[in-house]
């Protein structure tokens, strides 16, 4: 098993930043995929962004490219979304996902079903 923490959440102004940090711990598949879903209220989980677990892909949603960076450091078991140019449509709560299976080089999952592990979720909060 792996348990998943997130932190840094918090309510910010639009145009602001916020680093989110998830810390992994138990079997940590410090090799797999992770990645960072958001649910706004009334809205579906969706996919933010993904990294591979040597950190040298990535991808992410069309609407926060260019403002959101995803990133890993495997000596801390930690995964981190750095927010920079914040909205107020991106507010949600942001939830870190795990992946047990290891998949092929350059494929990084972007659906719910494909992550088998996930945080209790941070909210994160933008006023105009």
């Known amino acids: 098993q792996v348990q998943l923490v997130e932190s840094g959440g918090g309510l910010v102004q639009a145009g602001g930043s916020l680093r989110l940090s998830c810390a992994a711990s138990?079997?940590?598949?410090?090799?797999?995929?992770k990645g960072w879903f958001r649910q706004a209220p009334g809205k579906e989980r969706e996919f933010v962004a993904a990294?591979?677990?040597?950190?040298?892909?990535?991808n992410s949603v069309d609407s926060v490219k260019g403002r959101f960076t995803i990133s890993r450091d495997n000596a801390k078991n930690t995964v981190y979304l750095q927010m920079n140019g914040l909205k107020p449509e991106d507010t949600a709560v942001y939830y870190c996902?795990?992946?047990?299976?290891?998949?092929?080089?350059?494929?990084?999952?972007?659906?719910?079903?494909?992550?088998?592990?996930w945080g209790q979720g941070t909210q994160v909060t933008v006023s105009s």
């Open positions: 996902a795990a992946v047990r299976a290891l998949y092929g080089p350059g494929y990084l999952p972007t659906r719910k079903y494909e992550y088998d592990y």
């Open positions: 138990g079997r940590t598949f410090s090799r797999n995929v």
């Open positions: 990294i591979s677990g040597s950190g040298s892909s990535t």
